[in-house]
């Protein structure tokens, strides 16, 4: 009998947005289509916005949907700290 294990990648880090150092929380999904991050990050209020990241052209971009302005200002930040913790392993 063969058993496949997949490491299940799951991290915090902290990114500057919007003037302001934020939790974000990170947690790669299993997907067969695309390789996926789903992200959370709390606003001011209390308020948890979750979206997701896709790895497109070799860059993780936000999946359409409705965001915070200032949550696609730091798109940039956020593929740079996805990519720093898949170069760690």
Do not use: Y
């Not at 992200?39 to 359409?64: A, H, S, Y």
């Amino acid at each position: 009998m063969h058993m496949q294990f997949v490491k299940m990648i799951q991290f915090t880090r902290l990114v500057k947005a919007e003037g302001r150092l934020r939790e974000f929380n990170f947690r790669k999904l299993k997907s067969p289509e695309a390789e996926l991050f789903s992200v959370n990050v709390c606003t001011e209020r209390g308020d948890r916005i979750i979206f997701n990241m896709q790895k497109k052209e070799n860059n993780w971009r936000l999946v359409p949907g409705e965001v915070p302005p200032w949550i696609e200002q730091s798109e940039d930040n956020l593929n740079e700290v996805i990519e720093d913790e898949l170069r760690k392993g």
